[in-house]
């Protein structure tokens, strides 16, 4: 049972302005990330970074299509990776379209493999000085959602 169903709690239309403003500050923020080389894709990679650097974490995105909601491992790793941000003061959200999200951080590096998009981190660059106010605007975004108890807000990618 989730948060959200505990507290019979609807997560917001995705027609409100400011959810398609969260959708396309992602969006900038991915393309940014990926472009500066601050993105980590993959579950299991995911992890590996969180448990060495936590404090390098920025932002995380959790991606799931209807098929993957069956997949009962993927979710019990999103539970775990839910609890560790939460604990480290990461902002998170979801995001219910991978082939959207896949069209804007590209494909695998790796020949022949599919790019586990499942999880995507954002991560500080070495640069100290570096503030991507599409990062900022999801920050916001996520405080506000957590002010009405919505603490994985689902986030719509635009067109």
């Known amino acids: 049972m989730?948060?959200?169903?505990?507290?019979g709690q609807e997560p917001?239309?995705?027609?409100?302005?400011w959810m398609q403003g969260a959708g396309k500050a992602l969006h900038e923020l991915l393309v940014s990330a990926q472009r500066r080389g601050c993105l980590t894709a993959g579950?299991?990679?995911?992890?590996?970074?969180?448990?060495?650097d936590p404090d390098n974490v920025a932002f995380c995105v959790l991606a799931a299509d209807e098929e993957d909601e069956g997949d009962i491992a993927l979710q019990i790793h999103f539970t775990?990776?839910?609890?560790?941000?939460?604990?480290n003061d990461i902002d998170i959200v979801r995001v219910n379209d991978v082939a959207k999200l896949a069209a804007i951080v590209g494909p695998s590096e790796e020949p022949g493999e599919p790019r586990d998009l499942h999880c995507i981190l954002i991560t500080n660059p070495d640069e100290d000085g570096w503030k991507d106010p599409a990062l900022e605007k999801l920050n916001l975004f996520c405080e506000e959602c957590r002010n009405?108890?919505?603490?994985?807000p689902?986030?719509?990618?635009?067109?």
Do not use: R
């Not at 989730?2 to 507290?7: I, R, S």
């Not at 579950?43 to 060495?52: Q, R």
């Not at 009405?148 to 994985?152: A, F, P, S």
């Open 2 to 7: 989730t948060l959200e169903e505990v507290h």
């Open 12 to 17: 917001v239309p995705a027609g409100h302005d």
């Open 43 to 52: 579950v299991y990679e995911s992890a590996k970074l969180m448990n060495v």
């Open 80 to 87: 775990l990776i839910q609890a560790f941000c939460c604990e």
């Open 148 to 152: 009405v108890n919505d603490w994985v």
């Open 154 to 159: 689902t986030i719509t990618l635009p067109e």
